[in-house]
């Protein structure tokens, strides 16, 4: 059974950073990804990387957010740098075991984690 835990998440001040991780237990060849979801909002792809190491990037968070994987340990990882308060969320990984492309739709993937809450204060 696959299963994603996410951790990293908090509180900071606008500027500041975070890293996000993603541990998947099992099969570790995943199509994953990022997503976000604010209160009253849609969930939202953040980054996506697939199967082959290709990234993309939500055009709100490119140049600030850097996704990654360590394929040896099983985990995801999201850097975050000058954060914003809009960039306040739940933030998601999902994974997939099909080659899907980065960032696709959240009904793309069959796993998720729980979530991390970040906030971002002004």
């Known amino acids: 059974q696959v299963q994603l835990a996410e951790s990293g998440g908090g509180s900071v001040q606008a500027g500041g950073s975070l890293r996000l991780s993603c541990v998947v237990s099992?099969?570790?060849?995943?199509?994953m990804g990022w997503f976000r979801q604010a209160p009253g909002k849609e969930r939202e792809g953040v980054a996506g990387?697939?199967?082959?190491?290709?990234?993309a990037y939500a055009g709100s968070v490119r140049g600030r957010f850097t996704i990654s994987k360590d394929n040896v340990k099983n985990t995801l990882y999201l850097q975050m740098t000058s954060l914003k308060p809009e960039d306040t969320a739940m933030y998601y990984c999902?994974?997939?075991?099909?080659?899907?492309?980065?960032?696709?739709?959240?009904?793309?993937?069959?796993?998720w984690g729980q979530g991390t809450q970040v906030t971002v204060s002004s």
């Open positions: 999902a994974a997939d075991s099909r080659l899907i492309a980065p960032l696709s739709w959240p009904s793309e993937y069959s796993y």
């Open positions: 099992g099969y570790n060849r995943y199509s």
């Open positions: 990387i697939d199967r082959a190491g290709s990234t």
